[in-house]
T-cell receptor, first 111, second 112 residues
Framework: QKEVEQNSGPLSVPEGAIASLNCTYSDRGSQSFFWYRQYSGKSPELIMFIYSNGDKEDGRFTAQLNKASQYVSLLIRDSQPSDSATYLCAVTQGGSEKLVFGKGTKLTVNP | NAGVTQTPKFQVLKTGQSMTLQCAQDMNHNSMYWYRQDPGMGLRLIYYSASEGTTDKGEVPNGYNVSRLNKREFSLRLESAAPSQTSVYFC???????????FGSGTRLTVV
């Protein structure tokens, strides 16, 4: 089973700060990379996806991908208390369309 | 659009009982998936269906069976529930890999 590793946290940042979430993966054949947000007791919801090396920005969120280093990150700028959740990194498994998920990083944004 | 609908939302079973978790999507997605989520273990794939009429095992298929009844519906059956199957079960679907999955709201299952 290919692995996706995330720091479990918890990661605590003050309101307005930048939150940085990191993910590494073991399968060099992975093609697509996703970040999901999961509030306590709720289902995961997709917030970002990235396929190419470099940065992808969407509002306050920036996803970064470095395939050579097998590293994906998510930056949340101007963090808000409503961003407090568990963030799941997901990676396609080899040439398939199945997603392998990391165990998630719990983020707390303190007012 | 309802998206992905799972039933039931909560269920308590006794060891050895059977049950079927239902999942339906109204987005005309080709692929459907069943995951379980346990504390400290993350989301693990149980079974998936790449298209109507096909099913394949995921990472943790033991103790489960699935049926892709039609393009909309994908059910998960526990034939003889065990306490180790206590978990939150999520159904998901997608049209292509590039757009990620859409998840249902989940079923919280407790086996006593």
């Amino acid at each position: 089973q290919k692995e996706v590793e995330q720091n479990s946290g918890p990661l605590s940042v003050p309101e307005g700060a930048i939150a940085s979430l990191n993910c590494t993966y073991s399968d060099r054949g992975s093609q697509s990379f996703f970040w999901y947000r999961q509030y306590s007791g709720k289902s995961p919801e997709l917030i970002m996806f990235i396929y190419s090396n470099g940065d992808k920005e969407d509002g306050r969120f920036t996803a970064q991908l470095n395939k050579a280093s097998q590293y994906v990150s998510l930056l949340i700028r101007d963090s808000q208390p409503s961003d407090s959740a568990t963030y799941l990194c997901a990676v396609t498994q080899g040439g398939s369309e199945k997603l392998v998920f990391g165990k998630g990083t719990k983020l707390t944004v303190n007012p | 659009n309802a998206g992905v609908t799972q039933t039931p939302k909560f269920q308590v079973l006794k060891t050895g009982q059977s049950m079927t978790l239902q999942c339906a999507q109204d987005m005309n997605h080709n692929s459907m998936y069943w995951y379980r989520q346990d504390p400290g273990m993350g989301l693990r794939l149980i079974y998936y269906s790449a298209s109507e009429g096909t099913t394949d095992k995921g990472e943790v298929p033991n103790g489960y069976n699935v049926s892709r009844l039609n393009k909309r519906e994908f059910s998960l059956r526990l034939e003889s529930a065990a306490p180790s199957q206590t978990s939150v079960y999520f159904c998901a679907s997608k049209i292509t890999v590039n757009y990620g999955y859409t998840f249902g709201s989940g079923t919280r299952l407790t086996v006593v």
